[in-house]
């Protein structure tokens, strides 16, 4: 599949050049030493509103060759679990290719819940609005997209083992990067949505994938992609990972000046 753009000119802008210029508009500054990180959380908004954070993350790990890319299912359309599993992302002006291999592995793994589905992933822009930033950063990697919908903590759980399974089998897990594409409270005053998105940020940072997962549940936080960020903490805990660090939390506020109703947005890194 030649997966085309459906976000470009409205999220980010159309055209290297611009999305360059845009980024350089946020002023971050890379660290001279890079995280080697293992996951990454990162905000899914406009650029305008989340870039800065998001690539404030982005900007202080190392891009690893392998990236699974997971994202919350806005549309409603397609599988539960679905990968796209060969082909490439185009954006006109560049474009990174699909890992078919790992794709394929994710797939087979005994008891996986993945599937081989274009349909979810045609209008969705959580996955796509990640790549031009990686690609800022790294020109020469492959991804796997992979879109999820609400599901059972099982279901997570199956999830987990299938990505972890297959990077081990492929001998990647100390070549990969997976994120996890999400923002935070949607829609609530500035001072709401700190308030539970805390709550949250805390479970993640202590690397508590269940925790998060029902303490979003339980204090009705609208994070839209805590089940792609409960995802990548059990993969990163089944290889070892104990570390994690808050790079950057923002609201939508900060752009547009009004805080009686933000989207809240964070990036967190697992090392």
Partial sequence: MIRKPAAIGYFYPEGLNNIR?????????????????????????????????SYSGFSSINIKNNIIVIGPNHTGIGAEFSLINKGKYDFQDFSVPINSELAEAIIKDDGSPFVSDELAHLKEHSVEVQIPLIYNLKK??????????????????????????????????????????????????????????????NEILNLNPRGLY??????????????????????????????????????????????????GYSSIVIY
């Fill in 21 to 53: 210029s845009l980024i350089d508009s946020f002023g971050v500054v890379p660290p001279k030493e890079k995280i080697n990180a293992f996951g990454i959380m990162s905000p899914h908004a406009g650029y305008i509103y989340s870039g800065k954070t």
């Fill in 140 to 201: 020469d990697f492959n991804i796997v997209p992979i879109v999820v919908s609400f599901i059972s903590y099982n279901d997570v759980l199956n999830a987990s083992k299938a990505i972890f399974n297959a990077l081990k089998k492929l001998n990647l897990l100390d070549d990969v990067l997976i994120v996890a594409s999400s923002d935070m409270t949607h829609y609530e005053s500035a001072e709401s949505a700190r308030l539970k998105d805390d709550i949250a940020i």
């Fill in 214 to 263: 029902e303490k979003v549940r339980e204090n009705d936080i609208t994070m839209c992609g805590f089940i792609p960020a409960a995802i990548m903490l059990n993969v990163a805990k089944m290889a070892g990972r104990t570390k994690s660090k808050l790079t950057g939390y923002t609201n939508s506020g900060d752009v547009s000046g009004d805080y009686s109703s933000v989207v």
